[in-house]
Protein backbone atom coordinates (compact mmCIF):
# COMPACT_ATOMS: atom_id res chain seq x y z
CA UNK A 1 0.00 0.00 0.00
CA UNK A 2 1.52 3.14 -1.07
CA UNK A 3 0.79 6.73 0.44
CA UNK A 4 1.82 9.27 -2.33
CA UNK A 5 2.19 12.65 -1.16
CA UNK A 6 0.54 15.53 -3.41
CA UNK A 7 2.01 18.73 -4.75
CA UNK A 8 -0.62 20.28 -6.80
CA UNK A 9 0.69 23.29 -8.70
CA UNK A 10 -0.31 26.88 -9.74
CA UNK A 11 1.28 30.06 -10.59
CA UNK A 12 4.38 27.84 -10.20
CA UNK A 13 3.50 27.47 -6.30
CA UNK A 14 2.56 24.20 -4.18
CA UNK A 15 -0.83 24.93 -3.40
CA UNK A 16 -4.16 22.77 -2.56
CA UNK A 17 -7.35 23.45 -3.54
CA UNK A 18 -10.78 23.14 -2.20
CA UNK A 19 -13.30 21.30 -3.86
CA UNK A 20 -11.74 21.59 -7.03
CA UNK A 21 -11.87 25.21 -7.09
CA UNK A 22 -8.86 27.02 -8.42
CA UNK A 23 -10.13 30.32 -6.90
CA UNK A 24 -10.20 28.56 -3.65
CA UNK A 25 -6.66 27.64 -3.46
CA UNK A 26 -3.89 27.33 -0.23
CA UNK A 27 -0.57 28.16 -1.10
CA UNK A 28 1.47 26.13 0.93
CA UNK A 29 4.93 26.36 -0.57
CA UNK A 30 6.00 29.01 -2.89
CA UNK A 31 9.41 26.02 -3.76
CA UNK A 32 7.76 23.09 -5.05
CA UNK A 33 11.11 21.22 -5.37
CA UNK A 34 12.08 21.94 -1.78
CA UNK A 35 8.82 20.34 -1.14
CA UNK A 36 9.19 17.56 -3.11
CA UNK A 37 12.75 16.87 -1.40
CA UNK A 38 10.96 17.44 2.46
CA UNK A 39 8.38 14.31 1.20
CA UNK A 40 11.57 12.19 0.13
CA UNK A 41 13.15 12.81 3.57
CA UNK A 42 10.01 12.07 5.66
CA UNK A 43 10.79 8.50 4.02
CA UNK A 44 7.71 8.49 1.30
CA UNK A 45 8.35 6.09 -1.72
CA UNK A 46 6.11 8.19 -4.64
CA UNK A 47 5.68 11.50 -5.67
CA UNK A 48 1.45 12.57 -6.76
CA UNK A 49 2.16 16.16 -8.86
CA UNK A 50 -0.67 17.64 -10.15
CA UNK A 51 0.10 20.77 -12.72
CA UNK A 52 -3.49 22.26 -12.21
CA UNK A 53 -3.15 25.03 -14.07
CA UNK A 54 -2.18 22.70 -17.25
CA UNK A 55 -5.26 20.89 -16.59
CA UNK A 56 -7.45 24.11 -17.51
CA UNK A 57 -5.02 24.69 -20.18
CA UNK A 58 -4.49 21.44 -22.21
CA UNK A 59 -0.72 21.81 -22.13
CA UNK A 60 2.00 21.93 -19.83
CA UNK A 61 1.63 25.88 -17.45
CA UNK A 62 4.15 24.50 -14.69
CA UNK A 63 6.69 22.47 -16.50
CA UNK A 64 9.59 24.69 -15.02
CA UNK A 65 8.63 23.70 -11.77
CA UNK A 66 8.07 19.88 -12.59
CA UNK A 67 11.48 19.61 -13.81
CA UNK A 68 12.95 21.31 -10.64
CA UNK A 69 11.13 18.82 -8.78
CA UNK A 70 12.56 15.91 -10.88
CA UNK A 71 16.46 17.54 -10.66
CA UNK A 72 15.72 18.01 -6.87
CA UNK A 73 14.35 13.65 -5.69
CA UNK A 74 15.38 10.21 -6.51
CA UNK A 75 12.11 8.74 -5.78
CA UNK A 76 9.60 8.16 -8.80
CA UNK A 77 7.32 11.12 -9.97
CA UNK A 78 4.14 10.96 -11.10
CA UNK A 79 2.27 13.54 -13.00
CA UNK A 80 -1.04 14.37 -14.34
CA UNK A 81 -2.92 17.79 -16.13
CA UNK A 82 -2.33 18.90 -19.15
CA UNK A 83 -0.61 16.17 -20.86
CA UNK A 84 -3.06 15.35 -23.92
CA UNK A 85 -1.27 14.32 -26.64
CA UNK A 86 1.58 11.04 -27.34
CA UNK A 87 4.57 14.18 -28.11
CA UNK A 88 3.57 15.60 -23.99
CA UNK A 89 3.81 11.69 -22.67
CA UNK A 90 6.93 11.23 -24.80
CA UNK A 91 8.68 14.47 -23.58
CA UNK A 92 7.71 14.20 -19.95
CA UNK A 93 9.30 10.40 -19.09
CA UNK A 94 12.51 11.43 -21.52
CA UNK A 95 12.60 14.08 -18.59
CA UNK A 96 12.55 11.76 -16.37
CA UNK A 97 8.63 10.86 -14.90
CA UNK A 98 8.15 7.27 -13.93
CA UNK A 99 4.35 7.72 -14.75
CA UNK A 100 1.96 10.33 -16.50
CA UNK A 101 -1.73 10.42 -15.80
CA UNK A 102 -3.92 10.78 -18.69
CA UNK A 103 -7.34 12.22 -17.14
CA UNK A 104 -9.73 14.50 -19.87
CA UNK A 105 -7.72 12.67 -23.16
CA UNK A 106 -9.03 9.55 -21.29
CA UNK A 107 -12.56 10.46 -21.63
CA UNK A 108 -12.16 12.36 -25.10
CA UNK A 109 -9.48 9.79 -26.93
CA UNK A 110 -9.45 6.86 -25.33
CA UNK A 111 -7.46 5.12 -28.43
CA UNK A 112 -4.47 7.47 -27.23
CA UNK A 113 -4.22 5.98 -24.25
CA UNK A 114 -4.39 2.45 -25.25
CA UNK A 115 -1.54 3.31 -27.50
CA UNK A 116 0.88 5.20 -24.97
CA UNK A 117 0.06 1.82 -22.45
CA UNK A 118 1.10 -0.26 -25.32
CA UNK A 119 4.00 1.78 -26.23
CA UNK A 120 5.10 2.72 -22.56
CA UNK A 121 4.17 -0.46 -20.46
CA UNK A 122 3.86 0.68 -16.79
CA UNK A 123 4.09 4.48 -17.07
CA UNK A 124 0.53 5.34 -18.16
CA UNK A 125 -2.49 5.80 -15.61
CA UNK A 126 -5.80 7.12 -16.03
CA UNK A 127 -6.92 10.06 -13.81
CA UNK A 128 -10.94 9.40 -12.66
CA UNK A 129 -11.99 12.40 -11.13
CA UNK A 130 -15.34 12.23 -10.84
CA UNK A 131 -18.84 14.29 -9.59
CA UNK A 132 -21.59 12.19 -7.84
CA UNK A 133 -19.80 8.89 -9.55
CA UNK A 134 -19.97 10.80 -12.98
CA UNK A 135 -16.19 11.85 -14.96
CA UNK A 136 -15.29 15.17 -15.22
CA UNK A 137 -12.65 16.52 -17.49
CA UNK A 138 -11.55 19.75 -18.38
CA UNK A 139 -9.85 20.63 -14.91
CA UNK A 140 -12.86 19.20 -13.58
CA UNK A 141 -14.71 22.24 -14.88
CA UNK A 142 -17.24 19.77 -17.15
CA UNK A 143 -18.71 16.31 -16.25
CA UNK A 144 -19.46 14.03 -18.66
CA UNK A 145 -22.00 11.42 -18.98
CA UNK A 146 -19.29 8.80 -18.26
CA UNK A 147 -19.48 6.68 -15.10
CA UNK A 148 -16.17 5.58 -13.17
CA UNK A 149 -16.97 2.08 -13.28
CA UNK A 150 -17.52 2.42 -17.24
CA UNK A 151 -14.31 4.27 -18.08
CA UNK A 152 -12.27 1.77 -16.01
CA UNK A 153 -13.79 -1.04 -18.23
CA UNK A 154 -12.47 1.10 -21.73
CA UNK A 155 -9.09 -0.01 -20.30
CA UNK A 156 -9.29 -3.31 -19.26
CA UNK A 157 -6.37 -5.48 -20.31
CA UNK A 158 -4.81 -2.41 -22.33
CA UNK A 159 -2.68 -2.13 -20.07
CA UNK A 160 -2.78 0.81 -17.81
CA UNK A 161 -0.71 0.73 -14.84
CA UNK A 162 -3.42 2.26 -12.76
CA UNK A 163 -6.28 4.19 -12.42
CA UNK A 164 -6.18 7.49 -9.49
CA UNK A 165 -10.15 7.99 -8.49
CA UNK A 166 -10.66 11.31 -7.11
CA UNK A 167 -14.30 11.94 -5.78
CA UNK A 168 -14.20 16.08 -6.43
CA UNK A 169 -16.41 16.62 -3.39
CA UNK A 170 -13.99 15.22 -0.96
CA UNK A 171 -11.16 16.98 -2.16
CA UNK A 172 -9.22 19.32 -0.10
CA UNK A 173 -12.02 19.18 3.02
CA UNK A 174 -11.10 16.73 4.68
CA UNK A 175 -13.96 15.01 4.89
CA UNK A 176 -12.66 11.71 4.21
CA UNK A 177 -11.86 9.25 1.18
CA UNK A 178 -15.15 8.28 -0.69
CA UNK A 179 -14.31 4.72 0.80
CA UNK A 180 -17.30 2.73 -0.91
CA UNK A 181 -17.05 4.25 -4.17
CA UNK A 182 -13.50 3.51 -4.62
CA UNK A 183 -13.41 0.06 -3.30
CA UNK A 184 -16.48 -0.53 -5.85
CA UNK A 185 -13.83 0.39 -8.47
CA UNK A 186 -11.44 -1.41 -7.49
CA UNK A 187 -13.38 -4.49 -7.12
CA UNK A 188 -14.71 -3.72 -10.32
CA UNK A 189 -11.57 -3.99 -12.46
CA UNK A 190 -8.01 -5.58 -12.50
CA UNK A 191 -6.44 -2.18 -13.05
CA UNK A 192 -4.74 -1.00 -10.14
CA UNK A 193 -6.43 1.65 -7.79
CA UNK A 194 -5.22 4.55 -5.77
CA UNK A 195 -7.73 6.44 -4.06
CA UNK A 196 -7.66 10.74 -3.80
CA UNK A 197 -9.93 13.34 -2.43
CA UNK A 198 -10.16 13.90 1.08
CA UNK A 199 -8.10 11.52 2.96
CA UNK A 200 -8.20 13.11 6.50
CA UNK A 201 -6.55 11.41 9.75
CA UNK A 202 -4.65 8.64 10.70
CA UNK A 203 -7.80 6.94 11.05
CA UNK A 204 -8.11 6.74 7.33
CA UNK A 205 -4.12 5.46 7.72
CA UNK A 206 -5.66 2.38 9.94
CA UNK A 207 -8.23 1.79 7.74
CA UNK A 208 -6.04 1.43 4.91
CA UNK A 209 -4.40 -1.29 6.69
CA UNK A 210 -7.24 -3.55 7.25
CA UNK A 211 -7.29 -7.01 4.55
CA UNK A 212 -10.39 -6.00 2.59
CA UNK A 213 -8.53 -2.56 1.33
CA UNK A 214 -5.43 -4.39 0.36
CA UNK A 215 -7.66 -4.55 -3.38
CA UNK A 216 -5.93 -1.05 -3.47
CA UNK A 217 -2.50 -0.09 -4.84
CA UNK A 218 -2.39 2.94 -2.33
CA UNK A 219 -3.80 6.85 -1.32
CA UNK A 220 -2.97 10.14 -2.03
CA UNK A 221 -2.51 12.87 0.57
CA UNK A 222 -2.44 16.51 0.15
CA UNK A 223 -3.91 19.20 3.01
CA UNK A 224 -4.05 16.66 5.94
CA UNK A 225 0.21 16.11 5.33
CA UNK A 226 0.36 19.98 5.19
CA UNK A 227 -1.88 20.42 8.07
CA UNK A 228 -0.73 18.00 10.45
CA UNK A 229 -3.47 15.85 10.47
CA UNK A 230 -1.51 12.69 9.17
CA UNK A 231 1.81 11.89 10.70
CA UNK A 232 3.80 10.83 8.03
CA UNK A 233 6.32 8.66 9.35
CA UNK A 234 3.62 6.85 11.52
CA UNK A 235 1.60 6.46 8.64
CA UNK A 236 4.55 4.68 6.58
CA UNK A 237 5.12 2.80 9.45
CA UNK A 238 1.62 1.34 9.88
CA UNK A 239 1.30 0.80 5.69
CA UNK A 240 4.00 -0.99 5.52
CA UNK A 241 3.43 -3.08 8.48
CA UNK A 242 0.23 -4.19 7.28
CA UNK A 243 2.43 -5.82 4.09
Not at 63 to 87: H, M, N, S, W, Y
Not at 103 to 131: F, I, S, Y
Not at 141 to 149: G, K, M, N, P, R
Request: net charge negative; aromatic share 6%; proline share 3%.
Amino acid sequence: MILFPAIDLKDGQCVRLKLGDMDQATVFNDDPAAQARAFEEEGFDYLHVVDLNGAFAGESVNGAAVEAILKTVKFPVQLGGGIRTLDHIESWLDKGLARVILGTVAVRNPDLVKEAAKKWPGQVAVGTDAKQGMVAVEGWAETSELSVIELAKRFEGAGVAAIIYTDIDRDGVLAGINWDSTLDLARSTSIPVIASGGLASMDDIERMTRPDYQVLEGAISGRALYDGRIDSREALAKLRAAG
